[in-house]
């Protein structure tokens, strides 16, 4: 499989299915992207006692990077083969400490895209669908 060659959609789904690794990122943040569609990821992730800030509670970095990868992989499940993207600013609200030890659901939504920007915002939620951060985003669109 020559990544070089798919689209972000394709490469996206190609992750889901197994076919192709998910990025190291997953490993050092547990999330893992389990529906991919033009425009729209989700993804469901989980701090545990690794991710802790000095007073114990979770770091605020967890929701910042789970927020980036959801608003970057809406943007990339848009672009065709050899094309790629960077965040180039990534404006995130907290809104409720984020729990350790459950699951969550983030969803990542492309708002706009044009040939050099990709506009994005995501959200991370409870299962049941407490609000526990937002995000919106803009990517560099990488060509050639």
Known sequence: ???ETMTGLDILQAMIDGALPPPSIAETIPMT???VEEGKVTFKATASDAHLN?????????AAAVLDSVTGCAVHSLLGPGIGYGT?????KMIRPVPKNEELIAEGKTLNLSKTLGISEGTL?????KL?????????????
């Open 54 to 62: 000095p007073l114990g509670g979770v770091h605020g970095g967890f």
């Open 125 to 129: 939620r409870t299962k049941d669908g």
């Open 88 to 92: 180039i600013d990534l404006n995130i």
């Open 33 to 35: 992207l389990t529906e």
């Open 132 to 144: 526990l951060a937002t995000a919106t985003a803009t990517c560099m669109i990488l060509r050639g």
């Open 1 to 3: 499989m020559k990544i």
